[in-house]
Nanobody
Framework: QVHVMESGGGSVQAGGSLILACTVS???????MGWFRQAPGQERVGIAA???????TYADSVLGRFTISRDNTENTLFLRMNNLKPEDTSMYYC????????????????????????WGKGTLVTISS
């Protein structure tokens, strides 16, 4: 059974940095994985994804500030977040494996998130001004 768990959330001031981590157990290979976030009262959206060939893609809202990467030996996904803004305040989720033919590099463009097969429970990031 695949188990996904995020860590690294917290509270920082605007302009600060955080690194989120996501460990995935019982999942072989190098699947498509992504980071998603959901602010209070808003829909969950994809903000970054990394493909089987380690290609990456980002939502415009985080491009140039966030970096997605993974350590394949440790089955761990990372999200380095720099120059954080109050509007980055959200619950952040890690997810793996796309379904229904959804292309990994299209994740930040998708209006829904139901195509990801495995989800963590999320980690809260709060940015104060």
């Amino acid at each position: 059974q695949v188990h996904v768990m995020e860590s690294g959330g917290g509270s920082v001031q605007a302009g600060g940095s955080l690194i989120l981590a996501c460990t995935v157990s019982s999942l072989t290979g190098r699947p498509c994985m992504g980071w998603f976030r959901q602010a209070p009262g808003q829909e969950r959206v994809g903000i970054a994804a990394i493909g089987p060939d380690d290609s990456t893609t980002y939502a415009d809202s985080v491009l140039g500030r966030f970096t997605i990467s993974r350590d394949n030996t440790e089955n761990t996904l990372f999200l380095r977040m720099n120059n954080l803004k109050p509007e980055d305040t959200s619950m952040y989720y890690c997810a793996a494996v796309t379904l229904g033919g959804v292309r990994c590099m299209d994740i930040p463009k998708m209006r829904t998130t139901h195509y990801m097969n495995y989800w963590g429970k999320g980690t809260l990031v709060t940015i104060s001004s």
